[in-house]
């Protein structure tokens, strides 16, 4: 016995099965961002007030280039879901929410790149 009306059934709605990797993904992002930011708060602190010089050069050691590059991304994937859900659930014309989805993603991706970029070139 099924709990669907029968105009659902005859219109093939139900759930879209992406609601749940959607939810996990944005779990292991805020898990990952625990230590990553704790670590990133350090070394804000540990740099306050240094000269450039020794900023470069605590950015150019790969271990700290790593974490850094770390929490580049997952900062921005997390933004990025974040953002998705609050634009999927405020905007309603479906042409707005597809452009400022594509306007969302793409922005994301430019900030990653430049980030990512900078810190390879300090790192490199």
Known sequence: MSTR???????????AKSGVEHFWR???TAAALIPLSLWFIFAVF???????????????NPVHAILLGL????????MILGVQVVIEDYITAEGSKLLTLL??????WLVGAACLFAIIKIAI
């Open 46 to 60: 540990h740099l306050i007030g240094q000269p450039q010089a020794t900023v470069v050069a605590f950015i150019a």
């Open 71 to 78: 929490f580049v991304i997952a900062v921005l994937i997390h």
């Open 103 to 108: 306007l969302a993603k793409a922005f994301t």
């Open 26 to 28: 944005q779990r292991a």
């Open 5 to 15: 009306t029968p105009l659902s059934n005859v219109q093939g709605l139900g759930s």
